[in-house]
């Protein structure tokens, strides 16, 4: 059974920072790339990060970029978000997601796997 489990989630004041875990099991997790995604009160589950099987690629949404930071262990089958600079705007479910491939893709229905997401609440 495939199980991705976010956590690191919480309350931070604006310019703080936060890292975000995501532990798989029940799956190769070195063949599967991996991503991140958000999900903000009355809005769509938008892309965030994503990065390819070894770690070579990574992709961001503009408006993370520059702030963010994404990489994955394999050896420990769990990938983090680095987030830096929060923004209230950055305020989200951050969802963990996995693909059974080793290409990245921007797109959350191209995803196979998701964890049940963490809470990011960014105070002004």
């Known amino acids: 059974q495939v199980q991705l489990e976010e956590s690191g989630g919480g309350l931070v004041q604006a310019g703080g920072s936060l890292r975000l875990s995501c532990a798989a099991s029940g799956l190769p997790f070195g063949n599967h790339a991996m991503g991140w995604f958000r999900q903000a009160p009355g809005k769509e589950r938008e892309f965030v990060a994503a990065i390819s099987t070894g770690g070579g690629g990574t992709y961001y949404a503009d408006s993370v970029k520059g702030r963010f930071t994404i990489s994955r262990d394999n050896a420990k089958n769990t990938q983090y978000l680095q987030m830096n600079s929060l923004k209230p705007e950055d305020t989200a479910i951050y969802y963990c997601?996995?693909?059974?491939?080793?290409?990245?893709?921007?797109?959350?229905?191209?995803?196979?796997?998701w964890g049940r997401g963490t809470q990011v609440t960014v105070s002004s």
């Open positions: 997601a996995s693909r059974d491939s080793m290409w990245t893709s921007l797109q959350a229905n191209a995803y196979d796997y």
